[in-house]
């Protein structure tokens, strides 16, 4: 018995040796077949085996949280080794399958979510360039969790500084504010966006209200300018808008704004809503705060002005 023991154990010694020697043997054909793959890498390295977040569920075998932990930390890593992601045939073609993965598979995960969209919005090389996907991630934690505001803050930011999509933006932003818990600057951000988009109407009201129900100096500060900017920004153009029909009918620029009373175009000369006369340029046309102005103009967008003259034309007919 002792000696049968004793054979199994010399022979369990002697295996035990021989795999050790043909790993040593297969050291040298294996480092060579790994230096041609990564000196002639495949046409697509950026394979993702499981692609469908329904097959990596039925994988878990009830493990979903730590498997949601794994799928987002491959996205960290996959998203962070820009050298890599530098390599690939598309720098992170993967990158909206695993998020998606991971939020199916834990869909209170806040971080996959809001650090996953900008992951997804922020132009290449830094990012996916994929501004698209990054609001339908957003759509599905929204849909989720209807009462945080986090989420729809960051949709709209996207439609805002990713896709300058202002109108869309602003909307979005006045939504979110009336959600519970959103912050009181929520409803400027969305006037602000939609003075952007040409949906003055609207920011104007919220400018208004904000004005009127803060009870805070630098909400209505700010309110106040907004509005002291639309009036200037709509005066302005008005003038211009008189002063092409002035130039249509006499052929000349006029010299001072006070032409424009003199012809019947205005009543008196135009100032500004506190009260200091607008400044003319009579080589140029154009109107501008005075110098002794007290506004503190902010732009108007360009797509603005555009409507805004449109309306002009419906309003006068006899100027067009």
């Given at each position: ?8 154990t010399q022979c369990r010694s002697w295996f035990i040796c021989g795999i050790f020697f043909v790993a040593a043997l297969m050291i ?183 004005y009127r129900e803060s009870d805070r100096a630098d909400v209505k500060k700010n309110a106040m300018n907004h509005l002291l900017s ?91």
């Amino acid at each position: 018995m002792k000696l049968m023991q004793s054979w199994r154990t010399q022979c369990r010694s002697w295996f035990i040796c021989g795999i050790f020697f043909v790993a040593a043997l297969m050291i040298r054909p294996v480092q060579s077949r790994i230096d041609t793959l990564l000196a002639n890498p495949a046409p697509d390295q950026d394979l993702l085996y499981f692609a469908a977040p329904v097959m990596v569920e039925k994988l878990t075998l009830g493990y979903r949280s730590i498997v949601a932990d794994i799928y987002w930390m491959r996205a960290i890593q996959y998203y962070g080794r820009r050298d890599e992601a530098a390599r690939r045939p598309v720098r992170y073609k993967n990158l909206a399958a695993l998020l998606e993965i991971t939020t199916t598979l834990d869909p209170d995960m806040v971080d996959a979510y809001r650090a996953g969209s900008s992951f997804l919005a922020e132009p290449e090389p830094l990012g996916a360039g994929n501004p698209q996907e990054a609001i339908r991630l957003l759509d599905r934690a929204i849909a989720r969790h209807p009462d945080d505001w986090r989420y729809a803050f960051d949709k709209g930011f996207i439609h805002f500084w990713y896709l300058r999509d202002f109108k869309p933006a602003g909307e979005i932003w006045l939504k979110t504010s009336r959600i519970a818990g959103a912050p009181v600057w929520m409803e400027p951000l969305a006037a602000m966006s939609l003075s952007h988009g040409g949906a003055m109407a609207t920011a104007r009201s919220i400018w208004q209200r904000q004005y009127r129900e803060s009870d805070r100096a630098d909400v209505k500060k700010n309110a106040m300018n907004h509005l002291l900017s639309i009036q200037v920004a709509e005066d302005m153009w008005t003038l211009e808008f008189l002063v092409e029909n002035y130039v249509r009918k006499t052929g000349l620029l006029p010299w001072t704004l006070d032409d424009l009373v003199r012809s019947g175009y205005i009543k008196k000369a135009p100032t500004d809503p506190l009260g200091t006369p607008y400044q003319f340029n009579p080589q140029t046309g154009m109107v501008q705060l005075g110098l002794q102005s007290k506004v503190h103009y902010i732009e108007m967008p360009a797509v603005y002005r555009e409507v805004f003259l449109q309306n002009l034309a419906r309003q006068y007919p006899q100027y067009r």
